[in-house]
């Protein structure tokens, strides 16, 4: 059982990422993390989530069941949100251009979203992924815009999060490749580019080190180094990144301090990094050390940093960090027109607000 205290504050990032309205209203209602019942977790936000299901509106129904099993699957309840989330993506997608993309890996089953894939008319190819706790339909509905940049698209998730079966683990970054060589024959991707968020951004990186086919990185939030070498940083961690670790990785949550430093990126990998590395940093991030960013600053040759006051994700800064990902998408691809300049004017707009509010 989850402590209710980090729940309601570490969704609320989630929540409004996915604009969910009303969803204080909802946490107010939840006095326990046990079983399904009214006032549990699981039972208001299913319950909210049946609500937009009855009107008829199926993408707002999947996005509060993604919350419902939230933050991992740790029981039959959370299990039966985790399939109605999926289901009600389903629904939604009809006729939007979104087709499912099974992968069978060594080790287990990966599971996507896509749109744009084609044998004859091969695109650059955009891969979306969220982090130890984001499943796949809660990132699905970008795709309906993917075709816009003139990109093929896959929304995917971590191994042992959602529908991917895969264990999370020091190499699970070669997921990313072999997810790559799966669609090589419908997708350009010598020209992939990577919004991989939190962990996924670790995953990105590591995998852009030894796969020049991974263009650009864009993420928010990301561990880097020092996050899996330094034990008196990972003492501090909240229990609720903790215990997600553990799920995900198997290794009980004690041992995960012996477990993780082979992961971590080194400054020569780093280095070695010849693509644009877009990340937004929180200054008061409670999950990912600042030394983390003194690492990246002083060896990604071409980073794009922006540093937010505010705590990992950024939640406050939710509008602008998705503005900000858009437009350093399309530099990357190299587009510029009337819709690249009107992204760059309202995030200019809304920085500039930030800075005055400030």
Not at 30 to 49: C, H, K, L, Q, Y
Not at 248 to 272: C, K, R, Y
Not at 283 to 304: F, G, Q, Y
Not at 326 to 342: K, W, Y
Request: glycine fraction near 10%.
């Amino acid at each position: 059982m989850n402590d209710l205290t980090e729940l309601k504050e570490y969704v609320r990032v989630h929540a409004r990422g996915q604009r969910i309205d009303g969803y204080q209203a909802v946490l107010d209602a939840i006095r326990t993390d046990e079983g399904d019942g009214p006032g549990s977790w699981v039972g208001e936000w299913s319950r909210a989530a049946q609500e937009q299901q009855d009107r008829g509106r199926p993408l707002e129904a999947s996005r509060r069941y993604a919350m419902a099993r939230f933050p991992y699957v740790d029981g039959p309840a959370r299990e039966e949100a985790g399939r109605r989330c999926v289901s009600a993506l389903d629904s939604w997608r009809a006729g939007r251009g979104i087709e499912p993309l099974e992968v069978e890996l060594k080790g287990g089953r990966v599971r996507c979203w896509t749109s744009g894939l084609s044998a004859t008319e091969p695109k650059p190819l955009l891969v979306v992924m969220g982090g130890i706790v984001t499943v796949k339909e809660s990132w699905a509905p970008l795709l309906t815009n993917v075709r816009k940049l003139g990109m093929a698209g896959i929304v995917t998730e971590m191994p042992g999060v959602g529908e991917n079966t895969l264990r999370y683990g020091a190499d699970s970054h070669r997921m990313l490749a072999d997810l790559l060589d799966a669609v090589a024959d419908r997708a350009d991707v010598a020209q992939t580019h990577a919004i991989a968020l939190s962990f996924s951004g670790h995953m990105a990186l590591r995998c852009a080190v030894d796969d020049h086919r991974i263009r650009s990185v864009i993420t928010v939030g990301a561990p880097v180094g020092p996050f899996f070498t330094d034990a008196g940083w990972q003492d501090t961690l909240p229990r609720i990144t903790v215990d997600t670790l553990a799920h995900l990785t198997g290794s009980p949550a004690g041992e995960l301090p012996g477990d993780l430093p082979d992961w971590a990126l080194t400054g020569e990998q780093l280095a070695v990094l010849d693509i644009p590395v877009h990340y937004v940093a929180s200054l008061r991030d409670e999950i990912i050390p600042a030394a983390d960013i003194a690492l990246l600053k002083e060896h990604v040759r071409t980073l794009d940093l922006v540093e937010k006051d505010d705590v990992h994700g950024s939640p406050n800064h939710t509008a602008e960090t998705q503005l900000w990902t858009v437009a350093s998408l399309m530099r990357d691809r190299g587009i510029r027109n009337l819709q690249s300049g009107l992204i760059n004017l309202m995030l200019r707009l809304r920085s500039r607000r930030g800075r005055s509010a400030a």
